[in-house]
Structures are given as C-alpha cells and as structure tokens.
Nanobody
Framework: QVQLVESGGGLVQAGGSLRLSCAAS????????MGWFRQAPGKEREFVVV???????YYADSVKGRFTISRDNAKNTVYLQMDSLKPEDTAVYYC?????????????????WGQGTQVTVSS
C-alpha cells in the first residue's frame, strides 16, 4: 500500500512558477513510476508527466519545455516544477504511483493516487 500526499498548489499569475511536491509512504518508492495528472472543471483527468523507476521521463506535449519532473528516492518524494504557467494550466493536480513501465499516460495504469492540490493561474 502506498499513500501519496501532494502539496505546493496555489494561485499564481500567468508566467509565474510553482513547485508541487508529492510525498509517498512505503519503502519501495524507487520501484514505482510516479506520474502527475491534472483535472480542470468539467474536463477529464489529463496526463501531464511521468518519471519511471529507471529515471526516464515522458511529458505531455502541452507542458513540454515548461514543466519538469524530478524525484528524490531518499526522501520518497516526487516534484513537479511548473514554469511559464498559463491560465489553461489551472486544474487540480494529482500525483499517482504505478508498478507498470508501459502505458503510463493512461490514468488506469496507476494503482495509487493522492488527494490532489489546486493550481490556479490568473491571466
């Protein structure tokens, strides 16, 4: 069982930055792929980025070049650095953990989810 707790959300102006954190319980954090998803009001949950257990990463085109995922396996924490934020980035951001290697852009690939943190970007 893995418990995930996100933090770091808030209100920021367009062009600004935020860093989200996701702290995980358990001693096998390094073996999980850690992903970030987001969900805007009235929309489906959307893949943002994933960091696999081997360190490889995969970004959605909409955030490529602006967002950066990193992980600290010693601290059981994954981070999402978000720069050059746009109003369309406004959403609840969720971190998730998966034992899979492939298919990680699908929410169904993840076994564990955090409760989410709100990110609001004003224009």
């Amino acid at each position: 069982q893995v418990q995930l707790v996100e933090s770091g959300g808030g209100l920021v102006q367009a062009g600004g930055s935020l860093r989200l954190s996701c702290a995980a319980s358990g001693r096998t954090f390094s073996t999980y792929a850690m992903g970030w998803f987001r969900q805007a009001p009235g929309k489906e949950r959307e893949f943002v980025v994933v960091s696999r257990s081997d360190g490889t990463t995969y970004y959605a085109d909409s955030v490529k070049g602006r967002f950066t995922i990193s992980r600290d396996n010693a601290k059981n924490t994954v981070y999402l650095q978000m720069d050059s934020l746009k109003p369309e980035d406004t959403a609840v951001y969720y971190c998730a953990a998966s034992t899979r290697y492939f298919g990680l852009s699908a929410a169904s690939a993840y076994e564990y989810w955090g409760q989410g943190t709100q990110v609001t970007v004003s224009s």
